[in-house]
């Protein structure tokens, strides 16, 4: 059954995209749901990462499940209202005040590519194979979505996969800035919950401010903005995580933050 499904490892919480008959394609139901899984663990206290990633090995997301789009796409007004439930989506992990970690191996496509793109970290699997194939459907991408795509990877890189709707690899993905890391299969997850540990291990008020920072350098939409980033900023000066941080170090001990 194609399902958002969510899951705490302690300080770490997972949401799964999963749909593994049609490798982890995304549904409509299931581009509503997602917002609030993550939003979810987002309002959790006891979270302080979140991780993202596909059901089984041979996908992160394909894409949206395009045997949907006759039913769902079939008019002006039809393709707004998708357009709107899957721009929420894509939206979710920018508005998430966590840190949102990507993982992904096999398959990361259309929908799949620019879920990625919206989550702040990505680590894949050398298997990754990622394409943006909106100029083989005729559909046109909105605004927001590319200036992801140019933020992250830059002018010509973006026009490189938009034009060409090609196929590349762990390696393009790499050099090219889109990953931070690309690791042998078996070596995915070591990684990935090292990164996750290490950073819900830190101030979480830190975090949120140096996210809310980055969307307001970036513009990001709806994402942040100066004034809500230096706000941010002024909350960790002001916290007893900030005194405790402090003390810690003092005292040659690893610090005990509370996100307060």
């Not at 002006?76 to 840190?99: F, H, M, S, T």
């Not at 970690?101 to 894949?124: E, F, P, S, V």
């Not at 800035?177 to 090292?194: C, H, K, R, Y």
Request: hydrophobic share 45%.
């Amino acid at each position: 059954m194609a399902d958002i499904l969510i899951r705490r490892d302690g300080p770490i919480g997972t949401v799964t995209v999963s749909n593994p008959e049609k490798y982890n394609a995304m549904t409509t139901a299931m581009w509503r749901d997602l917002p609030q899984r993550i939003a979810e663990l987002d309002a959790d206290p006891s979270v302080h990462v979140i991780v993202l990633t596909g059901d089984g090995d041979k996908a992160f997301v394909s894409g949206a499940d395009i045997s949907q789009f006759e039913r769902d796409r079939t008019d002006p007004e039809a393709q707004q209202r998708y357009g709107e439930i899957v721009d929420a989506a894509y939206l979710a992990p920018v508005l998430a005040r966590k840190p949102v970690i990507a993982r992904i191996r096999g398959i990361c496509m259309g929908g799949g590519l620019g879920l990625a793109a919206a989550c702040d970290i990505r680590l894949c699997a050398l298997d990754a194979r990622f394409r943006m194939p909106a100029a083989r459907l005729g559909l046109g991408y909105k605004q927001a979505g590319v200036q992801r795509f140019v933020s992250l990877i830059g002018v010509q890189n973006t026009y490189d996969i938009f034009f060409s709707a090609r196929v590349f690899g762990a390696a393009d993905a790499l050099r090219m800035g889109f990953v931070s890391q690309a690791l042998e299969s078996d070596a995915l997850d070591p990684a990935v919950d090292s990164l996750a540990t290490a950073i819900a291990e830190n101030a979480p008020l830190t975090t949120r401010a140096v996210k809310l920072t980055v969307n307001a350098v970036l513009g990001n939409q709806a994402g942040s903005d100066c004034a809500t980033a230096q706000a941010a900023i002024d909350a960790c000066n002001a916290s007893e995580d900030y005194r405790e941080g402090v003390r810690a170090f003092g005292e040659k001990r690893k610090p005990v933050f509370v996100g307060r």
